[in-house]
């Protein structure tokens, strides 16, 4: 017996790759819960942001036509009011609602104040300094499109709409069957000669963890054909089963032969064809 | 008031690193439990691994010498044993202990098996196919070194040697505190006027996870100066706090002038010097 069907392993991708469906089960999730989880379906804002007229610096609101002609050796003098109005600006910081009637923002820096007196030393045009409605995100606008795999910033947008629970696509769920007679758990002391700890099956759950997907290991599964068929089956909720071991030219090598009665057997064996 | 102390961002990294002591606090996880953390202090193999002279190969064990001459054309031929002697191989397995006396394993690819003859289709050198005890791994040897973050595939090797639990630097813990009156929960409904979904603190909170660190984000404080320290101090197991808003030159940004009260304000503003 030899591997039969040895092929390279970008061709065994593409064979995998094209022999199963994307898994579509969905879960609501808060987004808190969601750094690196895949949206399912577009999400569209259901606000403006800003939903309103929102100073973007500290400083002075005023009408930008107020401060004509100031520069650095000549300021414009504007009187601290509550109402925008010829000759008065109103305090604001960063994120404020303009008030009425202004139509910009002096920035603090390029300001003096005095008593209830601003000198204003830069001339500004109008909406200098102010977001429009809707400037970051548009009501109804598509925000994050399904099938991105969501960062941090990503649920800060989300946050910053006021969506509180998505739809992601579930995580798949990988069933791990170490096999080998030779395997013992890590937890046994004192190896004898032919004994070695079971390694790959712990390695490769904690990369499926890593890379997004939920990972079982089973207990390790001696070299039979019965035992190992067992432990597949007994596992119908699985997405993927991923099996170590038992696949080469030996004659404990039961995995192929078992996976080819219970399914298709796609490729044994990766390498030079 | 303006920034005041505004750095370049290369020279404020150094000079917060220059400014803090490496967190040196140690606990004991299951190695299971320790992707992504850093290993504290050195880690030394305990036992050989292989620990007995390993089949490295399905096929046979033989003598080396025995193999003499073999090749496609020219096979020879060993009786199947439950010894080794000259004229006799065993069977073993990849990974198997080898048999006493054999000091090669002819793979199984190069073999015919006629009832309890096997044919030997290629000459073969000592210790071909064989690995020597420590050939992974020697005892007394250090195999991962202090300060090492751990990948799933460092963490198998932990497992080889039957290690179950390992020291590890303890996460830091970050507490985030978002600042500002106009930041509203992100459970509120209907935004007001000049009311903005706190987002940075949200954002912060999962990139410290993602980053390795543990992240504690307390409720929104707002621009009040009692309030901002009282929110620092009643976190005293903080390694680290995370102040999100009020440092800039509005009327209403106190952290810096807080912080600079309790303790030494190193940066008050990153951008162009």
Chains 1, 2 share one sequence.
């Not at 603090?108 to 809707?134: S, W, Y």
């Not at 904690?206 to 068929?229: C, F, H, Q």
Request: hydrophobic share 40%; proline share 5%; net charge negative.
């Amino acid at each position: 017996m030899m591997f039969k069907k040895r092929i390279r392993a970008d061709k065994a991708k593409e064979l995998f790759l094209s022999s199963f469906q994307p898994l579509s089960k969905i879960e609501v999730l808060p987004i808190e819960d969601c750094d690196g989880r895949i949206i399912a379906g577009n999400i569209t804002a259901n606000i403006d942001v800003p939903h309103y007229q929102r100073a973007a610096m500290d400083g002075f609101a005023v009408m930008a036509s107020e401060t004509l002609g100031a520069g650095t050796g000549s300021p414009v003098m504007l009187r601290l009011a509550n109402i925008i109005e010829k000759g008065t600006c109103m305090r604001v910081h960063t994120g404020s609602p303009m008030p009425g009637g202004a139509d910009a923002v002096v920035m603090m820096e390029d300001t003096v104040l005095r008593d209830d007196m601003v000198e204003v030393f830069a001339q500004i045009h109008p909406f200098k300094n102010v977001g429009a409605i809707g400037e970051d995100i548009q009501k109804g606008e598509i925000i994050l499109n399904e099938g991105r795999m969501l960062r941090p910033c990503d649920i800060a947008i989300l946050a910053s709409i006021g969506v509180e629970k998505i739809n992601v696509f579930k995580k798949p769920l990988a069933v791990i069957i170490p096999t080998g007679e030779e395997l013992v758990p890590r937890n046994k002391k004192n190896l004898l000669e032919g004994e070695v700890y079971e390694t790959n099956g712990l390695m490769s759950a904690m990369y499926i963890k890593k890379w997004g997907g939920n990972a079982r290991l089973l207990d390790i599964v001696t070299d039979s054909p019965e035992k190992i068929k067992e432990a597949i089956i007994s596992n119908p909720d699985a997405d993927m089963i991923v099996t170590s071991g038992g696949t080469s030219v030996g004659k404990r090598d039961y995995v192929p032969a078992v996976v080819g009665s219970m399914g298709k057997l796609l490729v044994n064996g990766v390498g030079i064809e």
